[in-house]
């Protein structure tokens, strides 16, 4: 399979992941055809360009690292290659506010597959996940910084909490800066992912403790006179916040 029928694969790969669970044959594919470094280089590009690739990407690694876990070539590429984009983290946003959003997405899909691979190895991660996410906060975001921010830690925080509570109050304390200011990239929805974010946080990143009253309040804070059920976690992933973000 050359590089062009690759890339072909892995767009296809992105898409058809939306509809449901890829078959592991897909996988085993991927893994006979090609040589680790090439694999690793066309999943960088693709998680890069493609916001919808990075759960596929540790899917991917998770079932080749299965298949020989004695065989840690591909962890080792795909390792080196997103420590490295950390390390150029500034070049890579100054490039592409996408891509870097991308990257970060990337770092966080990848946590549990090396700590599952390697908890030791795993460690690495935990310095680049909370630098990359006050960097979406801190320096100059715009409103698809401050969403993906947002997500990410809707997402991570417990798992972000149990690594540095400390770190995570640091952030929160950010996003309460960020609900109060008038700058008008904090955008009304914005606001309620960082509510929603804030009342994890405040009931032990636990969806089900917090009271239904506060899932029913709106940015401005005024009960939502519209008879529904509340947004849960599950219910705010499936909403349009730039989760299929993609430059392809």
């Not at 893994?31 to 470094?37: D, K, N, R, V, Y």
């Not at 690292?65 to 840690?72: P, R, S, V």
């Not at 409103?143 to 149990?162: F, M, P, Q, R, Y």
Request: net charge negative; charged share 25%.
């Amino acid at each position: 399979m050359n590089d062009d029928k690759l890339r072909s694969l892995f767009a296809s790969l992105a898409t058809l992941t939306q509809q449901g669970p890829i078959p592991v044959q897909a996988y085993s594919m991927l893994a006979g055809q090609h040589s680790t470094e090439v694999l690793a280089e066309h999943m960088r590009l693709r998680w890069l360009s493609d916001g919808r690739f990075a759960p596929l990407a540790a899917n991917i690694l998770m079932h080749i690292h299965k298949a020989d876990t004695k065989d840690i070539s591909l962890s080792s590429n795909v390792l080196a290659l997103l420590l490295n984009d950390y390390r150029n983290r500034l070049s890579v946003r100054n490039d592409s506010r996408l891509m870097f959003r991308n990257s970060v997405k990337t770092l966080f899909a990848m946590y549990p597959v090396y700590v599952k691979m390697d908890e030791c190895v795993s460690k690495c991660f935990i310095k680049p996940m909370f630098s990359s996410l006050d960097a979406l906060i801190d320096d100059s975001p715009d409103t698809d910084d401050l969403e993906a921010a947002g997500i990410l830690l809707s997402e991570n925080g417990k798992v972000l909490h149990d690594l540095n509570s400390y770190l995570v109050e640091r952030i929160i304390v950010k996003l309460r800066h960020k609900l109060i200011s008038e700058d008008p990239v904090v955008t009304k929805h914005v606001r309620q992912i960082f509510i929603h974010v804030y009342d994890l946080w405040a009931f032990g990143w636990s969806e089900i403790n917090i009271p239904e009253c506060l899932l029913t309040f709106s940015a401005e804070g005024k009960l939502s006179i519209v008879d529904q059920t509340p947004l849960r976690k599950n219910d705010i992933s499936k909403q349009e916040f730039g989760s299929k973000e993609s430059i392809v």
